[in-house]
């Protein structure tokens, strides 16, 4: 260590320890009293392996006996989303005041609510596999998708958070999706509501709010944003409806934009990419930018008027 450090590092190590002293959160150095991120990720790929058995084997077994498998998974998934459960509740101000073996008893309430719940997650996320593979002509097969497509990852991870998020469970339900949404840059907070049948092809840049509604059949592309219409309320609008309802059989191209706790999009529209909408539009409607004025820059100059009747820029992903 070079000289200068040595004869600074005794001050700086006590600025840094004393700089804890001032009672902010930030100043937290409780490690074991919050929820471990990398247990919770865990937690989620055991959740995948339950959910989707033939497609996360476990190597390191000898022999792979699916059901003796799958009742130790069970049993490791439950033991320690047990125990991530009773870490988020303490911050749970309702439960302020409970003493630790009333959370503990919530905790195994939530635990055993939460795995009942995996055969209907299953139902759901068998309807979004079909979608899947019958919307997208690159799709090789149901296997693939199961095994390379960062959408359903995203949507699995969602569906299991929001089964916690309905439960109460605070912050562990945002911690995983805040995995998928680092894995796959698409971003589906925990409140969301969605239907059977959700697509999402490609997924870069998708953020779907936390009072969102989804129907089904609900196909979206990349960079849609279903958010919030204006944030300046700041925590005035918690438990307010602030992101728009999709009503069953909308597809939403990419880069399009739909904000607004009452904007309601019907049953059967189409929205264009870039669109920016804030008002409803009703069931059956197509809205998408003016057409472009395209200019070249060649041996001569050139403005095209560009002009794509429905049926082409309908299939244009």
Same mark, same amino acid.
């Given at each position: %260590? ?6 600074? !590092? ?32 865990? !937690? ?22 699916? +059901? ?14 047990? @125990? ?18 009333? $959370? ?10 939460? %795995? @009942? ?23 090789? #097969?149901?296997?693939?998708?199961? $095994? ?22 605070? %912050?562990?339900?945002?911690? %995983? ?67 728009? /309802?999709?009503?069953? +059989?909308?597809?939403?191209? #990419?880069?399009?934009?739909?904000? =607004?706790?009452? /904007?309601?999009?019907?049953?059967? #529209?189409?929205? =264009?990419?870039?669109?920016?909408? /804030?008002?409803?539009?009703?069931? =059956? ?30 299939? $244009?992903?």
């Amino acid at each position: %260590m070079s000289k200068l450090i040595c004869d600074n !590092i005794s001050e700086i190590i006590s600025d840094i320890t004393n700089d804890y002293e001032k009672g902010r959160p930030i100043d937290k150095q409780d490690i074991f009293g919050t929820p471990d991120r990398y247990i919770v990720r865990d !937690i989620i790929d055991k959740l995948n392996r339950i959910v989707y058995a033939g497609y996360y084997v476990d190597r390191t077994y000898k022999i792979y006996n699916i +059901n003796t498998t799958l009742a130790a998974l069970i049993e490791d998934v439950s033991y320690n989303l047990n @125990k991530q459960i009773a870490l988020a509740l303490h911050f749970d101000e309702k439960l302020q005041g409970k003493s630790e073996e009333e $959370i503990q008893c919530i905790a195994e309430d939530y635990t055993v609510k939460f %795995m @009942k719940k995996i055969p209907e997650i299953r139902e759901y996320l068998d309807t979004d596999i079909e979608a899947l593979y019958v919307g997208d002509p690159a799709a090789e #097969s149901k296997d693939a998708i199961i $095994i390379a497509y960062p959408g359903l990852f995203a949507i699995s991870v969602q569906r299991y958070a929001h089964v916690l998020y309905q439960l109460g469970v605070p %912050m562990l339900p945002r911690v %995983m999706t805040e995995h998928a949404h680092s894995r796959t840059g698409i971003d589906i907070n925990p409140g969301a509501t969605i239907g059977k049948y959700f697509f999402i092809d490609h997924g870069t840049g998708v953020v779907v709010g936390e009072t969102t509604i989804i129907g089904e059949n609900v196909k979206i592309y990349q960079g849609v944003t279903l958010g919030a219409l204006s944030t300046r309320g700041g925590r005035g609008l918690i438990d307010k409806k602030r992101h728009p /309802t999709i009503e069953d +059989n909308v597809t939403i191209y #990419s880069g399009a934009s739909i904000l =607004g706790g009452d /904007t309601v999009i019907g049953k059967g #529209s189409v929205i =264009g990419g870039n669109v920016f909408l /804030t008002k409803s539009v009703p069931a =059956g409607t197509k809205v998408n930018v003016a057409n472009q004025e395209l200019q070249f820059d060649g041996e001569g100059y050139k403005k095209v008027n560009e002009s794509a009747d429905d049926k082409e820029w309908f299939y $244009i992903i």
